[in-house]
């Protein structure tokens, strides 16, 4: 009963205290803007607003849920209640952590709630896939996702996919069987929007297909090449096996730009690219490749946890004014502009993108939409 509490606290304190990243890239080092020398448009008429399930943002970035699962206004609870405030902010959308622990623990709620700081914030309820699987004792259905969206006044539901987590963990729940299935009855009765998230291991196209068909409504990407699950857990293993078994699958999974290029070719679904996301410029490529928002986690996390409001948004300005640079620099007066911008692509990405996509039209139809 304690244990997804504890859990969530040596997660921060791994995440804080040690490098928790990919020893990979993100991929967008192979994905190049060909400056423009005559930009034709003037650097402060750029818009960088985007649409996204019927909402508008001034900012393409969105906060990626972390935490939740304490009493009170204890840390995970001030983590939440700093990045919503940062989010009012903006007026960016932001996710909490996994509510599990508030499912079981219902006392915890408050330190998923916002509104109360945020009262406009695009606010993401969370919970896990595994949850859902059809060999999970005390399955989750309907009732849990009511629970998770309403209790926090949320406006939407993030479904978290995350089976390299999950089996590098001793105590993980590795039952998948039957979550795609589950997943479509939830979406056929819930009256808010489904994002499916990974957490680090990124989106195939074959799996982005299948949650486009059962109507999930959006995709975060969550790719290899930034916070490594795999990574805390390595942390967390308290034996030699678990040890050497995190480590083995430290950068598995499918880099973010890759990931970000699979679900544009295959489906329309809107993407949040997240995964080692820390630099405005990396974050106009990823906007450029058809992501409506770049998502970010662990950079946040430190002025989180401090209760630094202004901490989280000078970090999220520094990546506004890198994006509304970049976007000087191609020409580009809105992210729409942006998505049109001719793109380069090398090395590793362009191999991968070659024998999984027909990478030449991909560069081509996004240019003619
Ligand atoms: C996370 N992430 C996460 N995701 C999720 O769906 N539910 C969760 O409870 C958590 N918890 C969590 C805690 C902490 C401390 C971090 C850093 C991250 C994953 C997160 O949303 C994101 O997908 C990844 O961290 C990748 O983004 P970054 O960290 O590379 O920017």
């Known amino acids: 009963e304690e244990l997804t509490v504890i859990r969530k606290f040596e997660h921060i304190e791994h995440c804080l205290k040690r490098n928790v990243q990919a020893h990979t890239s993100n991929g967008f080092e192979d994905v190049h803007f060909v400056h423009m020398s005559l930009p034709e448009i003037d650097k402060d008429e750029i818009d960088l607003s985007v649409e996204f399930l019927g909402r508008k943002f001034d900012y393409p970035i969105f906060i990626a849920g972390m935490t939740g699962g ?142 486009e068909s059962i109507g999930i409504d959006a995709i975060d990407v969550g790719g290899l090449g930034g916070t490594s699950w795999s990574g805390v857990e390595y942390y967390r293993a308290k034996d030699e096996i678990g040890k050497d078994l995190a480590l083995r699958f430290w950068d598995w999974g499918i880099k973010t730009a890759i990931s970000v290029a699979e679900v544009r070719y295959a489906t329309e679904l809107p993407i949040i690219a997240t995964g080692g996301m820390r630099d405005g410029i990396t974050m106009a490529k990823a906007l450029a490749m058809g992501a409506t928002f770049a998502g970010v986690a662990l950079p946040l996390l430190r002025p989180a946890v401090k209760g630094d409001v202004e901490g989280v948004v000078k970090i999220l300005r520094r990546y ?22 001719p793109l380069v692509i090398t090395g590793f990405t362009r191999e991968w993108l070659e024998q999984r996509i027909d990478l030449a039209e991909f560069l081509r139809a996004r240019r003619r939409k």
Request: hydrophobic content about 45%.
């Open 320 to 341: 506004i004014e890198e994006i509304r640079n970049a976007m000087f620099l191609v020409g580009a007066r809105n992210v729409e502009e942006l998505r049109k911008v």
């Open 70 to 211: 304490t009493k009170g206004s204890q840390l995970a609870g001030k983590i939440n209640k700093t990045l919503a405030q940062a989010a009012q902010e903006l007026n960016i959308p932001m996710g909490v952590g996994s509510q599990r622990a508030m499912i079981r623990k219902p006392e915890t709620w408050e330190s998923y709630y916002v509104r109360d700081v945020a009262p406009d914030v695009f606010l993401v309820g969370n919970l896990g896939a595994p949850q859902f699987a059809e060999t999970m004792p005390e399955r989750y259905g309907i009732e849990e996702a009511l629970k998770a969206v309403e209790t926090i006044q949320a406006d939407a539901l993030a479904i978290h996919m995350n089976p390299l987590q999950e089996s590098v963990q001793p105590e993980g729940d590795t039952q998948y069987r039957g979550v795609l299935k589950a997943l479509a009855e939830l979406k056929a009765e819930f009256p808010y929007p489904i994002i499916a998230k990974e957490t680090g291991a990124g989106v195939s196209m074959e799996v982005a297909i299948r949650l």
